[in-house]
């Protein structure tokens, strides 16, 4: 019940934030929405940036509800850009109105798992000291980042198919490359 509770809290502010800025939101706003009191938003959330950390988490958990450590990256990260698909008309309205730290902090959250899983895949059988290790994962993690970013700053005008399809070929054999020239030095 508390996780539907918060789901709904979570849906009312993403339709409250389409038609107010993030600024006029009050807490009124998205309890009258939901058809629950003040104290309820308040045993969920202690305020609307709890809220929208939430509403990540469950991004997050909803796109990677069936990951597979051993996916390549790109089959891991597909869920999570169909996801942002579905979420559009939320995330550009987050992306106009939140500063693009906060959204970048959220996807490098997001992004850490799957990511230290791929290279933790690419480099089975490598004698890869952990600081490259390291390396190889904050690059990916940078990358995709920026990737995402960059899809929200045009409007996320490009479908999730190409977008999908795109990081399929930006990273096929880059991670193994990698690990082979760090194995070189």
Known sequence: ??????????????????????????????????????????????????????????????????????????????????????????????????????????????LQTPVRDYVENCSMGAHLPQDHFLKIGCFYVSALVGILMHWLQFNMQESAETVITDLTFMLEGNCELMIQKFGEV
């Open 1 to 110: 019940m508390a996780k539907q509770t918060k789901r709904r809290l979570i849906a009312a502010f993403q339709e409250v934030l389409q038609q107010k800025p993030l600024d006029k939101i009050n807490i009124v706003d998205i309890t009258d929405v939901c058809k629950v009191n003040r104290m309820t938003f308040y045993y969920h959330f202690h305020d609307l940036d709890e809220l929208i950390d939430t509403s990540f988490n469950l991004l997050r958990d909803t796109a990677f509800a069936d990951y597979k450590r051993t996916d390549p990256l790109p089959v891991s990260l597909s869920p999570l850009i169909r996801e942002m698909e579905n979420q559009k008309a939320y995330l550009l309205r987050l992306f106009e109105e939140l500063d693009h730290k906060i959204l970048v902090v959220h996807f490098l959250d997001i």
